[in-house]
C-alpha cells in the first residue's frame, strides 16, 4: 500500500481495531481515487 503507515506512529491500542481496519480499507481511495 502506498500511504505512511500512521498507525505505527501511534501507541498500540490507541485507534480501536474497527476504525483502524476501516481507514485502511478506505485510505486508497481518499487517495488515489481508487474505490472497490
Known amino acids: 500500500m502506498d500511504f505512511p503507515p500512521i498507525w505505527w506512529l501511534m501507541p498500540y491500542g490507541f485507534v480501536p ?20
Open 17 to 36: 481495531d474497527p476504525i483502524r481496519y476501516w481507514v485502511l480499507d478506505n485510505a486508497p481511495c481518499w487517495l488515489g481515487g481508487y474505490c472497490p
